[in-house]
T-cell receptor
Framework: AQTVTQSQPEMSVQEAETVTLSCTYD???????LFWYKQPPSRQMILVIR??????QNATENRFSVNFQKAAKSFSLKISDSQLGDAAMYFC????????????FGQGTRLTINP | DSGVTQTPKHLITATGQRVTLRCSPR?????VYWYQQSLDQGLQFLIQ???????AKGNILERFSAQQFPDLHSELNLSSLELGDSALYFC??????????????FGPGTRLTVL
């Protein structure tokens, strides 16, 4: 069984600053993918970034990057130059490569951007 | 816009009733997933269909069922509704070329309220 833990229920950051959201996971699978999804007030689930566990290089998407520590089973999300539109719930999720492809989500971190 | 559509957007019904939620995946996507998001349980995987066949089952109640039709759209049927079934129900889709994990793209969700 897989578990995903987000230990920060809420975070806040000043506009234009950098913030890091934490995520740890536990899985018995050797190959898996990790994702960060964003859920703004509209409730739409939006993909932010994905990381293949077999890749050592950390994924980046514009202002979003991850710090993937496979041995520690840690997958944090860094948001640089925070913008008001980044305010949302952020969910970390794990998905095994083999077997049934389903996402296991963490409980989420609510990010507030202070102007 | 993810390309995944869900109808209806909102649904209000009474306990004991039955409802059907509909999902159309992105063009070309063969897999459809259903998730339930509630305040106490978070985001939970319910069921996955691939090209018309059930592929994986999560925490789906026996009162709930789903199917995927030849045109690849999917329906989630919820019966004998209880107050606790009130939640946001998401459909997601992925290409799923077999053997590898594809990113799941989420629809806007259906908000179900059971009174």
């Amino acid at each position: 069984a897989q578990t995903v833990t987000q230990s920060q229920p809420e975070m806040s950051v000043q506009e234009a600053e950098t913030v890091t959201l934490s995520c740890t996971y536990d899985t018995s699978e050797s190959d898996y993918y990790l994702f960060w999804y964003k859920q703004p007030p509209s409730r739409q689930m939006i993909l932010v970034i994905r990381q293949e566990a077999y890749k050592q290089q950390n994924a980046t998407e514009n202002r979003f990057s991850v710090n993937f520590q496979k041995a520690a089973k840690s997958f944090s999300l860094k948001i640089s130059d925070s913008q008001l539109g980044d305010a949302a719930m952020y969910f970390c999720a794990c998905d095994p490569i083999q077997g049934a492809q389903k996402l296991v989500f963490g409980q989420g971190t609510r990010l507030t951007i202070n102007p | 816009d993810s390309g995944v559509t869900q109808t209806p957007k909102h649904l209000i019904t009474a306990t004991g009733q039955r409802v059907t939620l509909r999902c159309s995946p992105r063009s070309g996507d063969l897999s459809v997933y259903w998730y339930q998001q509630s305040l106490d349980q978070g985001l939970q995987f319910l069921i996955q269909y691939y090209n018309g066949e059930e592929r994986a089952k999560g925490n789906i109640l026996e009162r709930f069922s789903a199917q995927q039709f030849p045109d690849l759209h999917s329906e989630l049927n919820l019966s004998s509704l209880e107050l606790g079934d009130s939640a946001l129900y998401f459909c997601a889709s992925s290409v799923d070329m077999g053997g590898s994990t594809d990113t799941q793209y989420f629809g806007p969700g259906t908000r179900l309220t059971v009174l």
